[in-house]
């Protein structure tokens, strides 16, 4: 539990899961919010996934299955399960919508993106009515606890407006509709990554326009393994990577790569990290 925190307000966030089912149901056994038959015993705690459940590893379904069922019995007792937009998930929703289109023809293409980026079949197949409006109904960006959540380390999502709920009604707006050149557009600036790091030229002053423009003290993420900014093997993470002197924290553990994976639990925000206001 998070100290001087209220039971109520017990954050955990849980990084991009692609697939890796067991992984996922340890991380929520081991965390006490599921029991060993994959049923909610979180009670009022709350859990963000951070997006990309499908591709690369073998059961994306099944990890959103359980996700979908968890928010239902969470809710039900005063918990809360939540989940984010990820590129692979708009990838996998642009394969199924266009998917009867050749490779010549506008949406034929995201196939290929998807087979390169490891779609799996199986997955695909499995696609329901059910998980294509979950998907498509996902927020692309939180403010919880004044953190300001997304899923990938970039600040492409100025693109779509100025305010999170705005950000968010364009993104599901492009979903909702067959315009496969929207589509598009999203996914290349979805690809982007590492926009924050210290290696990138501007990356702490991009970290702060984003928490000016969204609010939040602090950007937490997925999309990037940690073990392609820190280069540790990825076996070895099993905590966030917090960079930017505390503005930005990396929850991707790279489970596709063999990482175990971990939850990342929300405690208090150092006091030398103040409010961005806007400009
Ligand atoms: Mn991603």
Redesign the pocket.
Known sequence: MCEGNNISKHVCIIG?AHGQLPKIQTLLRDAQLIDSTDRWVGKSASVWFL??FCDRGPDGIGVIDLVMRLQHEASAVGGAVHALL???DVLILAVHRFSSRRGNEPGGVFIKDWQRNGGIQSDLDRLSTEHIHWLSHLPAMALVQERLLI??DSDFYMQFGQSIDTVNANMQFILHNSDASQWNYLLDL?AGRKVFDRRHADGAALATRLLRTFGGRQIIH??TPINYMNGMAPEQITEAFVYQGGRCVNADGGMYLGGPGFVYRLGSLDPKLSLLRRQ
């Open positions: 991009d997006g990309d990820g590129n692979h899923h990938a979805f997925g999309h």
